[in-house]
């Protein structure tokens, strides 16, 4: 059998982090670009840390068409770049970067990803309060989609109070929407929690008991639950909070909508919606098939 889509003309994109062999990217970008009738081929590249703008000049040099990014080079990758996108530059990490004339740019899809989360179940965040779980890299895009979805409020929920403050100033900083910090114990306190995301390591791959979320009361009044987990599919928390009557999407979801986004910007192009849930779920089989 001969291959059809990778020939001399073949456009070449990758995945930059480290590990990268866990990966499930490749398998994501290869089959969008295929059932789009793309000629494009996506591989992994493990890369060291301090190595990164070594490998981006090289990849220029190559004419690799784009890369994803991811941990733990989503910053260091800033410094290697020709121009980077305002929101990314607000969100402090890059996750997609397309080649240009000049060098390239850097994108950040992740919270594109997330964005989608909503926009697919037409949820609107503007004027509804938003509930952070987590202050760290991941709860950055989240934190600034707040912002930028306009959001009545944020609240940010998190064990250590100096990291949540800091996400809190830095969205304050760029939005005028109000900004709150509580702990897990005052979780039951927050008016209104109609949007919760979830995006700490806790309930994540053995861990499968674990939530941050004890008092699960808490989810009486919130709408819909998006956990950037996605292994386990369905979390402990997740679990927890559609017992209490939310819809509960995990980070499956965040993952396939992040890469197309990239593919959108790689190819310049909108794949329509419906495409894009066809994409989405045969993806979905694949990866829970395993
Ligand atoms: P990532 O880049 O994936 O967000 P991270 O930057 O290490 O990873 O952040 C992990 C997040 O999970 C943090 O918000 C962390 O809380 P702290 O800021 O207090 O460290 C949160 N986290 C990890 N283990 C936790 C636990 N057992 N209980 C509550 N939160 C936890």
Redesign the pocket.
């Given at each position: 059998m001969c291959v059809d889509l990778v020939n001399g003309k073949t456009n070449v994109y990758g995945i930059i982090g480290n590990p990268v062999e866990k990966s499930f990217s490749p398998v994501l970008q290869n089959t969008i670009a295929k059932e789009l009738g793309k000629s494009a081929a996506y591989v992994p590249f493990k890369v060291e840390r301090g190595q990164v703008k070594t490998a981006v000049e090289g990849a220029r040099a190559l004419g690799i068409k784009g890369f994803n990014v991811t941990?733990p080079h989503k910053i260091e990758v800033m410094d290697a770049l020709c121009a980077i996108d305002p929101v990314a530059k607000r969100i402090g990490a890059v996750n997609t970067l397309k080649l240009t004339e000049k060098g390239y740019e850097g994108y950040n899809t992740d919270i594109i990803g997330l964005k989608k989360c909503f926009e697919e179940r037409n949820i609107s965040i503007e004027g509804k309060t938003v509930v952070l779980a987590?202050?760290?890299?991941?709860?950055n895009s989240a934190a600034m989609l707040a912002g930028e979805e306009k959001a009545a409020k944020l609240v940010i929920v998190?064990?250590?109070a100096e990291?949540a403050e800091a996400l809190a100033e830095r969205v304050r900083k760029y939005y005028p929407i109000e900004v709150e910090v509580t702990d897990y114990d005052s979780i039951t306190d927050i008016a209104d929690p109609e949007i919760f995301v979830q995006?700490?390591?806790?309930g994540m791959g053995n861990d499968v008991d674990g939530t941050?979320v004890k008092k699960t009361e808490f989810f009486d009044n919130v709408k819909i639950v998006v956990d950037i987990i996605y292994t386990p599919w369905e979390t402990r928390l997740m679990k927890d909070a559609a017992a209490r009557g939310a819809v509960t999407v995990n980070g499956f979801d965040m993952l396939f909508y992040q890469g197309l986004a990239s593919f959108e910007i790689w190819h310049d192009m909108k794949v329509d919606r419906e495409t894009a849930k066809e994409l989405k779920e045969k993806l979905t089989a694949f990866y829970r098939r395993g």
């Open positions: 941990v987590g202050a760290g890299g991941a709860a998190n064990r250590t990291k995006t700490t390591s806790v941050p």
